[in-house]
């Protein structure tokens, strides 16, 4: 629904619940998904709770944007600096993260795209395959996959073709067939990760840097990717892996 429907302006779904001490109240909330798992924790705050809860969460939130828009604008200038293409693709990586993160936690419908439902619906497929496009160009280009992994190489470019199709999909399938194209390539571009690393680590100097950042970011999209299909629980760790990994 439009982001102007909901009666508490949050990115989260808020409803009052009148509840008065020693009595007994019976509550039913009905969800539909359209297709994908459904994830709904339920949880009872007092306006005073909900309020410092919220404060922490957006504090936490502004220093991940934050961190990210800083990195993304420190390699702008480098990019200008070197003119290193790699540069490119991992400006396209930063900048997708940010609008994925931002449709999934709220942010995009709530701010930048209050009343554009179809967009909002679609949003997560189209910058979630931009991430794992600019993601794989990235490392192919600053691992030399090329020349260290030819068949992970291949690989590479079956996925980024893949990829596009997630973008696509929304557009002329269901969510339910989308959802489940997706998941695919998230888990695919994680073992991916792992695979260039155990194929490359002796070959390439770049493959050790590269395993301590990429490591965090595979853990965090494996989890999430479980998570979404719903292998295991929500919590704060499978909630926000993927952040924690992308930082």
């Known amino acids: 629904f439009p982001f102007s429907n909901r009666k508490i302006p949050n990115r989260y779904f808020i409803m009052k619940v009148p509840l008065h001490q020693e009595k007994v109240y019976t509550y039913y909330l009905r969800v539909e998904s359209g297709g994908g798992s459904l994830i709904v924790p339920a949880v009872l705050y007092s306006p005073l709770n909900f309020a410092e809860s919220e404060f922490l969460e957006i504090l936490a939130q502004g220093f991940f944007y934050g961190t990210l828009i800083a990195l993304f604008l420190y390699n702008l200038f480098l990019y200008f600096s070197i003119k290193d293409i790699s540069y490119i693709f991992y400006l396209s990586y930063i900048a997708s993260n940010i609008l994925f993160t931002a ?77 489940r194209i997706f998941n695919i390539v998230g888990f695919t571009f994680g073992i991916f990760g792992i695979a260039v690393i155990i194929k490359t680590y002796k070959k390439s100097r770049a493959t050790k840097y590269f395993t301590l950042a990429w490591s965090f970011l595979i853990f965090g999209i494996l989890v999430i990717a479980t998570r979404q299909t719903g292998f295991i629980q929500e919590s704060f760790i499978t909630k926000y892996s993927m952040q924690i990994g992308a930082v």
Do not use: C, D, R
């Open 103 to 179: 449709n999934f936690n709220g942010f995009g419908q709530a701010y930048f795209w209050s009343s554009q439902v179809w967009l909002n619906n679609k949003m997560v497929f189209i910058s979630g395959g931009l991430i794992v496009i600019s993601g794989s160009l990235f490392i192919m280009e600053y691992i030399n996959t090329k020349k260290h992994a030819l068949f992970i190489h291949k690989l590479y470019i079956a996925q980024i073709i893949l990829s596009f199709a997630t973008i696509i999909n929304p557009f002329f399938f269901s969510y339910y067939i989308t959802l």
